[in-house]
């Protein structure tokens, strides 16, 4: 497969970063974990990855924000049981099934919850290619090794698509023209669920990726999120003092330290936006959490609409 489009320095800078995240998750993996009803203890404790700013993480309960036009697609964790952002990832992914693609899979800590026979196919997109090895040894120990194919590539649409194109799941015809491609609506798809979990805080144009991974999304497809975003300090249920260190990070140079990870993105706003040129999605189940917080998250379901 060819080499990504993916510039020599900026692969370097991201995948040294990504190392240092990959040697914090596996360091931390073997610390307890609330473990989920609806999920086998082994992947609880694989996905407990504590997240570079844990300590500074003060957990003052979950405060809902759902927002959906149909009935939830399944039982979230009951507050009591989140006591980190990754007791949020296992009833998320839980709802993965058919063709997935996996943005951003990192080691791939999450692969553990995407053992669910009703998924077909997992696509994981990965453009740090440091990572492939480890990723697909992880593939291999989960009996994945069939079902789990790597993408050496980003969630660009540059990159992503000739990627696509390679691997059979996208025509080579496919009009790639920004106009086209963002109209959202170019065939019928390609995947049933796509997973962003802590990927969308790092990716350069957030907006147009999602846009673009909206329009990968078969109709009626899931799109499965667990993000930090920015303190939504200007609502009653946010925080002055945590935005206030969010913007301190910044300044310190947390982006730069940590793999261009933004701290300040609205990104449930984007992921809502996303769809607006369609017609908006089905269904949309966000909820908010930790927002008194520095590392405040957003997790939850969005569907589009089925044709
Ligand atoms: C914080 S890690 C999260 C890994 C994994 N999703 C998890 O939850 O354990 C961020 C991942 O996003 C990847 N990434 C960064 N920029 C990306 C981009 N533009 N497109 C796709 N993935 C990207 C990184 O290489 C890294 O593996």
């Known amino acids: 497969m060819s080499k990504p489009f993916f510039s020599r320095a900026k ?76 007791d949020l990832i296992p009833p998320i992914l839980s709802q993965a099934s058919g063709v997935v693609l996996d943005i951003g899979p990192g080691t791939g800590t999450q692969m553990p919850l995407l053992r669910s026979p009703a ?54 015809d496919t009009d790639m023209s920004p106009a086209h491609w963002s109209t959202g609506n170019p065939g019928d798809g390609v995947f049933d669920t796509i997973i962003c979990v802590r990927v969308l805080c790092s990716v350069p144009n957030m907006q147009r990726a999602i846009r673009d991974l909206y329009t990968l999304l078969r109709p009626g497809g899931k799109l499965l999120v667990v993000e930090h975003v920015v303190n939504p300090w200007r609502t009653p249920k946010g925080s002055v003092v945590a935005r206030g260190l969010q913007a301190m990070y910044g300044v310190l140079g947390w982006s730069w330290y940590m793999g261009n990870c933004c701290l300040n993105r609205d990104t449930a706003d984007a992921l809502k936006m996303a769809a607006e040129m369609d017609g908006g999605w089905e269904f949309v189940e966000l909820e908010r959490w930790f927002e008194t917080t520095p590392m405040p998250y957003v997790s939850g379901v969005l569907v589009k609409r089925p044709r």
């Open 11 to 86: 692969s370097w800078r991201l995948c040294s970063k990504q190392a240092v995240y990959a040697t914090m998750r596996s360091a931390g993996s073997g610390s307890r974990s609330a473990v989920s009803a609806t999920n086998p203890p082994s992947a609880s404790r694989t996905t407990r990855s504590p997240w570079p700013m844990g300590p500074l993480i003060i957990l003052t309960g979950r405060i809902a924000n759902r927002e959906s036009n149909t009935p939830a697609l399944s039982a979230t964790q009951p507050s009591a049981q989140i006591r980190g952002s990754s």
């Open 119 to 172: 998924i077909r196919a997992i696509y994981g997109a990965e453009p740090c290619l440091g990572l492939h090895s480890e990723l697909r040894a992880r593939a291999a120990s989960e009996g994945l090794a069939d079902k789990y194919h790597i993408l050496p590539c980003g969630v660009e649409a540059c990159d992503l698509i000739p990627t696509l194109q390679t691997q059979g799941l996208l025509d080579h």
